[in-house]
């Protein structure tokens, strides 16, 4: 178990040496969902701190479900999955691996946002509460980039598109542009299936205090995405790396 | 000698078609095992069974003692692989690929390091350590990729097709390397495409067709198996016409290769005494006159072509 941790950690060092230490991928991760944010919160008059829980959720969200999807097609067409599988490590551990160097990646971006947040006079009111979250939402949604990944292809284009089409929609029913008290209750139960709702609401309770779910819901329905996901991605990749060599 | 693999009725089907056909053979501890077979003959899937990347259909894989189906990672952990269409992770420099693959296998980096030294140095990659594989020629590449199979220091060592589009001094250092891990006890299982390879090289080969094992046996004794098939092989001043040659007496098959033209017989004396008549009758020079025995690849050719 600790050996498989270890081998783990090697696959993260590789995955940020090779594919997150590059400028386009970090500008991407902090650009894109500031961007998407400031096309709609232009023009409304809403608090500072509700804009920048909502802006920190998008930026995790973003950035952990940014690059795991494209890892498994990109070494499937250069040739690197075979040596992987012939080593003494389980798809678990690759994939355990991958999501690490997410998680950090989604981490360190994640510091964007608050620390504009704090520039702005935002008060962090419950720091341990917004670190856990930040933790949870991070390997929530790093795991939910794997079973993107697990279509077995050598085209990240295909993976991006199907990621896209997930992500976007997921963004406007999480409760990050209109509060999910305010949605109506068709709204407000699709919302309750997006794990970006949990990680937007814990985000509004550490800066303003007040959440539309107990802080336990938001963490629990984190875990359970978490762990419902990696066994999907678990399971899925089982399946297609064979199909993949 | 004790068995390092044993390999017991193993079997792959893909989309309803069996690649792999119930095959059964043993790897002797210190030995080179060479695996051929033309393409498609389910030589690749054999491999990935065998190093634990694909899983049979049925059938087991034993490694140095390990079930391959029950015990994986611990098979996979005595074992040091080239595979066919591997890539170093060309984005990382030669040094980083190394120590990547000893932290795979769990080489400590007490050990890690002076053996990457080693290994850059034996593979002459040491002035190249922090360049980034990208900038490297495919013979490199491949030096490289073999010294990544070594890092963990294997029991066993799968190549496939090691020298495959090698130039001639790069091939050599590799056909070099498989002789001196021999030396120092080690087992190879080798497939290659390369004849002349598998017969220097190998003190035993499988031949595999159509999904199944064909023979197996020293490279050797497998000429000895087609012993009437003796050839003369030879060439004349002036281009003749291959079927006056079939037409002489003793003559079982006729090949050409380049201008030199080879006899298949089991009376090479008739043969050559038919040649020197033919020569004179036509007024031509012989230029080489050799009696040959088979080679591995005419071994090779006769048993795939009767599976």
């Known amino acids: 178990m600790i050996d498989q941790l270890r081998r783990a950690y090697a696959i993260a060092k590789k995955d940020i040496r090779i594919y997150y230490l590059k400028g386009p991928v970090i500008i991407f991760g902090i650009l894109s969902p500031a961007f998407l944010f400031l096309a709609f919160m232009i023009g409304r008059d809403l608090p500072v701190d509700f804009l920048i829980a909502g802006l920190l959720g998008m930026a995790i969200f973003f950035t952990s479900t940014s690059v795991t999807p494209v890892i498994a097609p990109t070494e499937t067409q250069t040739r690197n999955l075979e040596r992987l599988a012939a080593a003494p490590i389980s798809v678990t551990t690759i994939l355990f691996g991958d999501m690490l160097a997410s998680v950090l990646f989604g981490i360190v971006i994640s510091l964007v946002p608050i620390l504009l947040g704090m520039a702005l006079g935002v008060t962090i009111m419950h720091p341990f509460i917004l670190a856990l979250g930040i933790v949870l939402a991070a390997f929530c949604f790093s795991a939910m980039g794997l079973i993107f990944s697990s279509t077995p292809t050598s085209m990240t284009s295909t993976v991006m598109m199907l990621s896209t089409m997930v992500k976007f929609p997921l963004v406007f029913i999480s409760g990050i542009f209109i509060p999910v008290q305010e949605l109506p209750l068709w709204g407000q139960a699709l919302a309750s299936l997006s794990p970006l709702t949990y990680i937007t609401d814990l985000c509004r309770y550490s800066f303003q205090g007040a959440c539309h779910y107990p802080v336990v819901v938001d963490i629990g329905a984190l875990l359970v995405f978490l762990a419902v996901f990696m066994v999907i991605a678990i399971k899925l990749h089982e399946r297609s790396l064979p199909k993949r060599l | ?307």
């Open chain 2, 1 to 307: 000698m004790k068995n390092v693999i044993e390999v017991k009725e193993l079997t792959k089907h893909y989309n309803g078609l069996t690649a792999v056909d119930h095959i059964d053979f043993e790897v002797e501890e210190g030995e080179v095992f060479g695996f051929l077979g033309p393409n498609g003959a389910g030589k690749t899937t054999t491999v990935r069974m065998l190093t634990g990347v694909i899983k049979p259909s049925s059938g087991s894989v034993s490694v140095m003692g390990f079930d391959l189906g029950r015990h994986p990672i611990r098979a996979k952990e005595t074992m040091g692989v080239v595979p066919e269409l591997s890539n170093a992770y060309t984005e990382l420099s030669a040094w980083n690929n190394l120590q990547f693959m000893a932290e795979l296998y769990g080489v400590p980096k007490r050990v890690a390091v002076p053996r990457a030294e080693e290994l850059l140095t034996r593979f002459d990659l040491y002035d190249r350590k922090d360049h980034a594989v990208k900038t490297f020629s495919k013979g490199m590449k491949q030096k490289l990729i073999t010294a990544m199979s070594l890092m963990n220091d294997p029991d066993i060592l799968f190549l496939d097709e090691p020298t495959s589009g090698l130039d001639v001094q790069s091939a050599r250092l590799i056909k070099e390397m498989v002789r001196e891990l021999r030396k120092a006890g080690k087992t190879i299982f080798l497939t290659t495409h390369y004849m002349d390879e598998a017969s220097q090289l190998c003190n035993r080969v499988a031949i595999i067709n159509h999904g199944r094992i064909a023979a197996i046996d020293a490279p050797e004794k497998l000429k000895m198996r087609i012993g009437g098939l003796q050839y003369v092989e030879v060439s004349f001043t002036a281009p003749v016409d291959v079927s006056d040659l079939s037409a002489l007496p003793g003559i079982a098959g006729v090949r050409t290769s380049g201008d030199k033209i080879q006899l298949y017989t089991d009376e090479p004396d008739r043969t050559i005494r038919g040649l020197v008549d033919y020569s004179r009758s036509f007024d031509l020079e012989i230029v080489t006159l050799n009696t040959l025995t088979p080679t591995l690849e005419d071994v090779f050719v006769k048993l795939t072509e009767e599976v």
